[in-house]
């Protein structure tokens, strides 16, 4: 057994390091960054990775909750210690999502799944400050520089459709800011948009376009900690440059696109998307973009590249067979038209069942076709999503290999890479997809190294790859099944062979006509090389899988 262990230790701490470091300068020199084709790791900011344990506790949120219902000490610091240590360039990440870091209610509540604190961070108190649990704006800045020079992007998590529930410390906002009934019933549009969510979160109004004061209570509470006159001035030259009238969803725009200009991040996924106006989305984009081409600008030496700002949307029960529409039932919504890039994809965890090429051509079509210029989110597991691919962890390679495999963007959810448990006793609801990650497994144990291997190698052949996710799919041969992909952007192209399903040992495989005779070529997964001969490549290896790569 202590053999094993140390084999994949040494597997997972230097090979796979020392080829990320290659690997990584030919992304950032030559590959183009695509986010249809991107690796986005999605982590719960207070369950991911603990930098600093000074932080832990803030305005004595130290009552008892219900099991994972209270924070656990994940923070930015820790986000950027992964970072630093390699642990995304191995993983083959080239982008990171996290939930919201704003400035959570000080108090708890009871939903009816146990006493809750907003570790989530989707419970705002002021979407101007950091809540001290994450973070300082400091090391945010550090998180968000480390990233970039690793190749990575940043998308923070934005929320403008609810204020965090009322508690005796967290009053309620003014009413001509928020409603407090109805509770939704999703029945049509209107009942889906001009509602709660659930009881006691305050619905922000935002369909309204009348001028509102900010709330009392905002305006104390900045003057207590002395930068209202900034934020009111900061306010007016916004309200000044975009013309619109002072109504609340605009306040809060103008809130989240500050974290753009001040910190440079890359991308914003919208929280409740289908719960507001679609309009409210359009120009939540519009300033966006403003704000990143003004950190563009302020900050020249330190932009990736012309990759334009990215907006993803969780149109909760958006499926990809939808296409370009979400249908409410009295009415169908184009978000796409409304400031998307992409939208997470509901449907994936479903269709990841089929067999490997009714998966990956569908897909592929779909995204070529219909979607063209546009993106979907595929995820095996998500933070809220009860009935997830595999919930009991028994089909942790599957898992990977069909998600990294499957054309559009890949969301991997913090712990997909190493089997972290979703079944936690004594939990209620959502608690149970939300538990700390699973370290000391990926430092001791076997199983878990050896599925760690797995995704990271399937992780970096996708990111050093864009024909992967964001290429065309054309199957080669359905036994043994192989086929490839293909991408071009401009003066790139990239063409890659995959084999699923493979004999062990000695095999050999069709590449069509994407490798010329002669070719030298790399399996990406064992690292053998071969040569195209006849059309036809042999690799002799232990695994039942082969990627295929030019050499360089």
């Known amino acids: 057994m202590k053999k094993n262990i140390v084999l994949v230790a040494l597997l997972s701490a230097f090979i796979l390091p020392n080829a990320t470091q290659a690997q990584t300068k030919k992304v950032t020199n030559s590959i183009p960054f695509v986010w249809e084709g991107a690796n986005l790791y999605f982590l719960l900011t207070d369950r991911f990775n603990n930098g600093d344990s000074s932080n832990d506790i803030n305005y004595n949120r130290n009552k008892k909750t219900g099991k994972l219902r209270g924070f656990m000490g994940g923070d930015v610091k820790g986000i950027t210690q992964k970072i630093e240590e390699g642990y995304f360039d191995q993983l083959g990440i080239n982008a990171i999502w996290m939930t919201p870091l704003v400035e959570q209610i000080h108090d708890g509540t009871d939903e009816g799944t146990g006493y809750s604190y907003g570790f989530h961070g989707y419970w705002a108190k002021d979407w101007t400050a950091l809540d001290p649990n994450f973070g300082t704006p400091e090391e945010v800045k550090n998180m968000v520089e480390k990233a970039h020079q690793h190749g990575i992007r940043i998308v923070f998590d934005g929320v403008i459709n609810h204020t965090g529930p009322v508690t005796p410390q967290d009053a309620v906002w003014p009413e001509n800011w928020v409603r407090t009934t109805p509770a939704c019933d999703y029945k049509n549009y209107k009942n889906t948009t001009a509602c709660t969510l659930v009881a006691n979160l305050p619905d922000i109004l935002?369909?309204?376009?009348?001028?509102?004061?900010?709330?009392?209570?905002?305006?104390?509470?900045?003057?207590?900690?002395?930068?209202?006159?900034?934020?009111?001035?900061?306010?007016?030259?916004?309200?000044?440059?975009?013309?619109?009238?002072?109504?609340?969803?605009?306040?809060?725009?103008?809130?989240?696109?500050?974290?753009?200009?001040?910190?440079?991040?890359?991308?914003?996924?919208?929280?409740?998307?289908?719960?507001?106006?679609?309009?409210?989305?359009?120009?939540?984009?519009?300033?966006?973009?403003?704000?990143?081409?003004?950190?563009?600008?302020?900050?020249?030496?330190?932009?990736?590249?012309?990759?334009?700002?990215?907006?993803?949307?969780?149109?909760?029960?958006?499926?990809?067979?939808?296409?370009?529409?979400?249908?409410?039932?009295?009415?169908?919504?184009?978000?796409?038209?409304?400031?998307?890039?992409?939208?997470?994809?509901?449907?994936?965890?479903?269709?990841?069942?089929?067999?490997?090429?009714?998966?990956?051509?569908?897909?592929?079509?779909?995204?070529?076709?219909?979607?063209?210029?546009?993106?979907?989110?595929?995820?095996?597991?998500?933070?809220?999503?009860?009935?997830?691919?595999?919930?009991?962890?028994?089909?942790?390679?599957?898992?990977?290999?069909?998600?990294?495999?499957?054309?559009?963007?890949a969301q991997v959810y913090y712990g997909d890479e190493s089997g972290r448990n979703l079944v936690i006793e004594g939990t209620k609801g959502d608690a149970t997809l939300r538990s700390f990650m699973n370290w000391d497994d990926i430092k001791n144990n076997p199983t878990t190294q050896k599925t760690l291997v797995h995704w990271q190698k399937l992780g970096q052949f996708r990111k050093n790859h864009p024909a992967v996710g964001a290429g065309v799919h054309q199957k080669i041969s359905a036994s043994p099944y192989v086929f490839s992909r293909s991408f071009s952007q401009e003066n790139y192209s990239d063409q890659v062979v995959v084999g699923l399903d493979l004999a062990k040992g000695k095999k050999t495989i069709s590449t069509g006509t994407i490798f010329q005779n002669g070719a030298k070529v790399i399996d990406a997964y064992s690292g053998k090389e071969s040569v195209v001969t006849y059309g036809k490549v042999t690799v002799d290896s232990e695994y039942d899988l082969v990627l295929l790569e030019l050499k360089k």
């Open 206 to 409: 935002t369909e309204s376009e009348q001028n509102v004061e900010l709330p009392a209570a905002l305006v104390e509470k900045w003057k207590k900690e002395g930068r209202y006159e900034q934020e009111v001035k900061e306010l007016d030259e916004f309200f000044a440059r975009t013309g619109y009238p002072r109504a609340p969803k605009y306040y809060i725009i103008k809130w989240l696109t500050d974290y753009i200009t001040e910190y440079g991040i890359d991308g914003y996924r919208a929280d409740t998307t289908k719960h507001l106006e679609e309009g409210v989305w359009a120009e939540f984009k519009k300033q966006c973009d403003y704000a990143f081409i003004t950190w563009k600008k302020n900050n020249p030496g330190k932009v990736l590249d012309n990759t334009a700002f990215y907006t993803t949307g969780e149109v909760s029960g958006y499926n990809i067979s939808g296409g370009l529409y979400y249908d409410f039932g009295d009415k169908k919504v184009n978000y796409f038209a409304n400031g998307f890039n992409s939208l997470i994809n509901f449907e994936f965890k479903n269709e990841a069942k089929k067999d490997y090429e009714s998966l990956f051509s569908y897909y592929s079509n779909t995204l070529q076709k219909e979607l063209k210029g546009f993106g979907v989110l595929n995820y095996v597991s998500s933070h809220d999503d009860s009935t997830p691919f595999d919930g009991k962890r028994e089909k942790t390679f599957e898992s990977a290999t069909k998600l990294l495999l499957t054309p559009g963007t």
